[in-house]
């Protein structure tokens, strides 16, 4: 099932996207939230006449760098042994179709797509082998970077945590299992032009090894999300650009760069 969460009339709901053809899709009301119990209402809108928003919005997101080899080396770091976290704040979350405001502080924006883990419930200290049930689904990131401000500071909480620089979207997957999200294809494009591809099978920790790894330090709540690093490929963002980020068996996130107003 797709479970999104959009605004129509002033109002927020979630709902699940029905459909193939993209003009042709529609959203079916869920009653309550999709961490709980829930039923389809029947109630059914085009998803054409509604606003898609961030499909959750995150206590916190955690996100793992370093975790694709060839992304690591041309960048000239070194592949770490271990997995490497770091945080975005709730405030940097954007949705599909909202603005990347290229912020004032960085002269060189860049995109990085990213397979999203979304968590289902709260959890702490998972074994391997209970990872697949905290699990909510899956949804397409960019974790949007001020490369010369990582560089220059040692720490990357304005790098990486600046406002819009983490869209997520279109929705939330959650018919696909652990194995199957583990080879899944990654791409990215600038104004239709390929910048990255790569396949998740690519990671060098798994998606069950970050789970384990960050909750053996801290709670996971409902909503949070965990992105799994990104494949080779990163490069600039200007302002006018259209950044798509493509993951097989999930969807497209689209989004724009314009100006910090």
Known sequence: MRIARFSIDGNVAFGAVEGDRPDELVLDIIKG????????????????????????????????????????????????DAPFAFFKPSTSVIGPGDDIQYPSFSEDLHHEAELAVVIGRMCREVPRERV???????????????????????????????????????????DLDVE??????????????????????????????????ITEAMTLLPGDVILTGTPAGVGPLIVGDEVAVTIEGIGTLTNKVVKRG
């Open 132 to 174: 697949k049930d905290v699990i909510f689904g899956y949804t397409c990131a960019n974790d949007v970077t001020a490369r010369d401000v990582q560089k220059r500071e040692k720490q990357w909480a304005r790098a990486k945590g600046f406002d819009t620089s983490c869209p997520l979207g279109p929705w939330v997957e959650t």
């Open 33 to 80: 939230i999709p961490f709980a119990d829930f039923e389809l209402s029947g109630t059914k809108v085009p998803l054409s006449k509604v606003r898609l928003l961030p499909p959750v919005l995150p206590n916190k997101v955690v996100a793992f760098g370093r975790n694709y080899a060839e992304h690591a080396r041309e960048l000239g770091n070194e592949v770490p």
């Open 180 to 213: 199957t999200a583990s080879d899944l294809t990654v791409q990215l494009t600038v104004n239709g032009e390929q910048r990255q591809l790569g396949r998740t099978s690519e990671m060098i920790h798994s998606i069950e090894d970050l789970i384990v790894n």
